[in-house]
């Protein structure tokens, strides 16, 4: 259990008991796990808020949670990626801006478009009373992480914060996550699979777009780009099952 240990303290600020694993990578295994527990927690305070009517506030209650139980560091990832991608003319440059801690113009404009899809694609799904739909978003966006890690090589040659964990990430970290993943996506909509495949497919398609991307402009993968991957799937899939909360389309259950 010291994989899953290490897998909550990596992507959430919550602190428990037992020892870390001595082999970071094989946290990825239990992400989708870790994932899963976010997303009920968000869904679950969006329900309760809505319980007054104010499905606004429960949408922004659901997104806020979001960022507040992983100290936004997945946030911090997509404005360094943003800034980086789109300020740095070489690899270089990109990966130079990258590690800086202040945020730029471009990390600034990215972090409140993806807020504002983030917030009217929950809201959407509160009005339709989808919450199973916010709970999939957290659970494929960690999912796509490990996409990322085992799919392309770190592009730090100094190595970085997440070198341990992509280093040590193979095949046997994306089969593994990929059926837990499948598990935990079907369970969640096991009155709708076309939903739950269409999801799936939402939560790759943002794989894919970030790991070209990364790829073309850095050669590989870095902490930052983890995180991009990770809140670009949100979108891509709040988004899809807003989409899909409109009737005759409404998610069952």
């Keep these: 259990m010291s994989a899953f240990v290490t897998a909550i303290r990596t992507l959430t600020v919550f602190t428990v008991p037992g020892k870390e694993s001595g082999k970071f990578s094989d946290s990825l295994y239990w992400f989708p796990v870790v994932g899963l527990l976010l997303g009920c927690l968000q869904a679950s305070g969006a329900y309760l808020?809505?319980?007054g009517g104010w499905n606004e506030l429960a949408s922004a209650v659901a997104v806020s949670c979001g960022y507040l139980f992983t100290r936004a560091i997945?946030?911090?990832?997509?404005?360094?990626?943003?800034?980086?991608?789109?300020?740095?003319?070489?690899?270089d440059d990109a990966l130079r801006i990258m590690k800086d801690s202040s945020v730029g113009a471009f990390g600034v404009i990215a972090l409140c478009v993806v807020l504002l899809f983030k917030w009217i694609a929950v809201l959407?799904?509160?009005d339709a009373g989808s919450f199973n739909g916010i709970a999939s978003g957290v659970l494929l966006a960690r999912w796509v992480q490990v996409m990322l890690a085992s799919s392309l090589s770190y592009?730090?040659?100094?190595?970085?914060?997440?070198?341990?964990?992509?280093?040590?990430?193979?095949?046997?970290h994306l089969l593994v996550s990929s059926l837990l993943t499948s598990v935990l996506i079907f369970f969640l909509f096991?009155?709708?699979?076309?939903?739950?495949?269409?999801?799936?497919?939402?939560?790759?398609?943002?794989?894919?777009?970030?790991?070209?991307k990364s790829y073309r402009k850095?050669?590989?993968v870095t902490g930052d780009v983890l995180g991009a991957g990770s809140e670009l799937a949100e979108v891509f899939v709040w988004v899809t099952a807003a989409l899909l909360s409109f009737q005759p389309f409404c998610f069952q259950g």
Excluded: M, Y
């Excluded at 997945?74 to 690899?91: E, Q």
């Excluded at 096991?190 to 070209?212: P, Y």
């Design 155 to 172: 592009a730090r040659r100094e190595g970085g914060t997440a070198n341990s964990f992509v280093d040590g990430a193979g095949w046997p």
């Design 218 to 220: 850095i050669g590989g």
């Design 74 to 91: 997945h946030a911090d990832g997509l404005a360094d990626v943003a800034d980086g991608f789109w300020g740095g003319r070489t690899k």
């Design 49 to 51: 808020v809505s319980l």
């Design 124 to 126: 959407k799904l509160v």
């Design 190 to 212: 096991r009155d709708n699979i076309v939903h739950a495949v269409i999801l799936v497919i939402a939560a790759a398609a943002a794989a894919l777009l970030t790991g070209l």
